[in-house]
Nanobody, 124 residues
């Protein structure tokens, strides 16, 4: 069983930055592929970024490529999302997710554990 707790959300002006963190419990964090997703009001949950268990493979949604960076620290059992040049359309609840596979993935259906989410609001 894995528990995920996100932090770092908040209110920021357009063009600003935020860093989200996700702390995981459990001994096998280093074996899991991890991902960040987001869900805006009235919309489906969408993929943002994913990272393989070793951190050697990364993939981003086109909408955030070049602005967001996903990283992980297996010793600290954390995964982070650095968000720069934020836009109002980035406003959403951001979720951290883990899958019992070392391979990264973009589909919500491939993830086994989810955090409770953290709100990110970008004002124009």
């Amino acid at each position: 069983q894995v528990q995920l707790v996100e932090s770092g959300g908040g209110l920021v002006q357009a063009g600003g930055s935020l860093r989200l963190s996700c702390a995981a419990s459990g001994r096998t964090f280093s074996y899991y592929g991890m991902g960040w997703f987001r869900q805006a009001p009235g919309k489906d949950r969408e993929f943002v970024a994913t990272i393989s268990s070793s951190g050697s493979s990364l993939y981003y949604a086109d909408s955030v490529k070049g602005r967001f960076t996903i990283s992980r620290d297996n010793a600290k059992k954390t995964v982070s999302l650095q968000m720069n040049s934020l836009k109002p359309e980035d406003t959403a609840v951001y979720y951290c997710a883990a899958r019992t596979s070392s391979i990264m993935a973009m589909s919500t259906r491939l993830y086994d554990y989810w955090g409770q989410g953290t709100q990110v609001t970008v004002s124009s």
